[in-house]
């Protein structure tokens, strides 16, 4: 039997065939960019102080209502009953009045909040202040969770039912669910539709990441993997402050993200490599005769010669049953939960670099840009597993040196903070391509999923971790936990410059 690469190579790597599958996935992975992190908007917290109704106050009154400062001003204010009797008897706060004795209340009828920079938020619509303020980091994790469910499910149904149903699938559901959010009427309903979301968004970035993989052969496959992917990711990072900023409100914003969703396009072919895993060999070379029409080349008699035509059946299961892939599986998950984390961790914190959250986002977003250019080199000239270890090494050097850095240094701070983000970052982008390799096509769409399943725990948890008490505690656990985890990487097995494994035998065989 051949390999599934020689089989191919007549077509050439880089025909129109590849170059329409290429750009067509690629479109479809910017909306995952704009939106995982849509929330840096929609849970936003602007400035805010207690509403106080049209009463007969005195001017001085209406200023002193709300305790004259604004870090009070938030979540309390002076009882509005008491004030009124006082300022109807003519007393002056400050002057007649110790307004410290004065009995302080909850904000009963509201707040105000600062349109400055948002017309409205999830915050400002719902009410996310004060006792209600940590529905704003479980917000984020509600989303996360979804995301981590979609993970979980995607692989195994994109195994078992093809890569192409599930993508398109997954991108419909993304452009329903972020739809049907604008219509929210309250915080749970929001939630809800929220975690729907989230199942898409993830499953839709897996089954476009592993088609791509499988599909495209050669340098393009490791350029669709790492740069492809990833910039098409950045792409939409970038988008979204710039629509953002003219789309102040949040339902509009949700509106105008939902649509470029829509990117559905059947052109795209299913993996043959999945059709060839399923023994439906016939229609695998339906799909290469197909793009050796479209690359006009001449395709052969028999493309897949001596195929084993046995359907080779595979679960979830196969990544624990079997030693060497069970060692190979939760050393991925660690590594991945560790990039995760980071990556995430950096991303949202990063939001707070500036006082205007726009350039904020922007600037998060463009330092991805040299991470991803990185990960493209590191993927075509040097070994995997090195390079896994380096980029988790270096991303926790900064963070260890931050908490040294004095408080008035804040930009040599904010430099080792973006160090570590590029490090993490790049890490993150060539671990997928890592994944892809090392499991069979019978399995690669479920340890793909499995994995990142794993890893979003991380990003559920990131939204509380970064509103810890202790300022640095997020810096020493990432640090710590990227260093451990680098040692854990040096028993991962080496796939650079190796075909792709096409049953679970030839995983088995691969040398450690």
């Known amino acids: 039997m051949k390999d599934y690469a020689v089989a191919v190579a007549f077509l050439g790597q880089w025909g129109h065939f590849q170059q329409v599958v290429f750009f067509l996935l690629c479109a479809s992975i910017v909306p995952n960019g704009f939106g995982t992190f849509i929330l840096v908007f929609l849970t936003d917290e602007p400035s805010h102080n207690c509403f106080v109704p049209d009463v007969n106050l005195t001017e001085d009154w209406r200023k002193s209502v709300v ?38 209340e909850g904000c009963v009828d509201g707040w105000v909040y600062s349109k400055n920079i948002y017309q409205s938020t999830v915050v400002t619509e719902f009410d996310l202040v004060c006792s209600e303020r940590w529905k704003q980091p479980f917000t984020s994790t509600v989303f996360f ?12 149904m994109s195994d078992r039912y093809g890569r192409k149903p599930v993508l398109f699938a997954t991108l419909v559901a993304q452009t329903l669910f972020t739809f049907a959010q604008v219509f929210s009427t309250s915080w749970i309903m929001f939630i ?72 559905v396009n059947v052109l795209l072919p299913e993996s043959p490599r999945w059709l060839l895993s399923q023994g439906r060999v016939e ?19 028999v493309i897949f010669e001596h195929y084993n035509t046995d359907k080779e059946n595979s679960s979830v299961f196969d990544l624990l049953r079997h030693s060497s892939i069970r060692t190979t599986t939760l050393i991925l998950s660690l590594v991945l939960f560790t990039m995760t984390t980071g ?36 993927l075509r000239y040097l070994p995997r597993r090195w390079s896994v270890i380096g980029t988790l090494i270096l991303g926790a050097v ?27 970052t790049t890490g993150y982008s060539l671990i997928f391509t890592y994944t892809t390799e090392l499991y069979p096509t019978a399995l690669r769409n479920t340890a793909t999923g499995t994995t990142t399943t794993v890893s979003r725990i991380g990003c559920c948890v990131t939204p509380f971790l970064l509103r810890g008490y202790f300022k640095y505690l997020p810096y020493i656990t990432l640090g710590t936990l990227a260093v451990l985890t680098a040692f854990a990487a040096l028993f991962l097995p080496e796939s650079f410059k190796q075909p792709l494994p096409e049953t679970i035998q030839q995983m088995h065989e691969r040398k450690k």
């Open 283 to 301: 229609e695998a070379e339906a799909v290469i005769r197909k793009a050796a029409q479209w690359n006009k080349v001449q395709a052969p008699r």
């Open 67 to 104: 305790n004259g400062k604004q870090e009070l001003s938030k979540c309390s204010r002076y009882r509005l009953d008491v004030v009124r009797n006082l300022s109807n008897q003519g007393y002056i706060p400050g002057r007649d009045v110790n307004l410290a004795e004065l009995e302080q």
């Open 398 to 424: 900064p963070l260890f040196f931050i908490q040294l850095v004095p408080e008035h240094l804040l930009n040599l701070s904010l430099t080792l903070e973006m160090m570590s983000k590029y490090a993490l």
């Open 145 to 156: 969770v979804g995301v981590l469910c979609g993970s979980f499910f995607s692989g195994p």
């Open 192 to 263: 809800i539709l929220l975690f729907f979301k989230g199942l898409g968004q993830i499953s839709n970035f897996v089954a476009a990441l592993v088609l791509g993989a499988e599909v495209l052969t050669g340098n393009v496959r490791v350029l669709y993997s790492s740069m492809g992917i990833c910039l098409s990711f950045a792409i939409g990072y970038m988008l979204l402050p710039l629509v953002a900023y003219f789309l102040r409100d949040w339902k509009s914003l949700l509106l105008a993200l939902s649509c470029p969703c829509l990117c």
């Open 343 to 378: 990556y995430c961790s950096l991303s949202f914190n990063a939001a707070q670099l500036h006082s205007n959250p726009y350039v904020s986002c922007f600037i998060s977003a463009v330092v991805e840009i040299p991470a991803y250019v990185s990960s493209w080199m590191a």
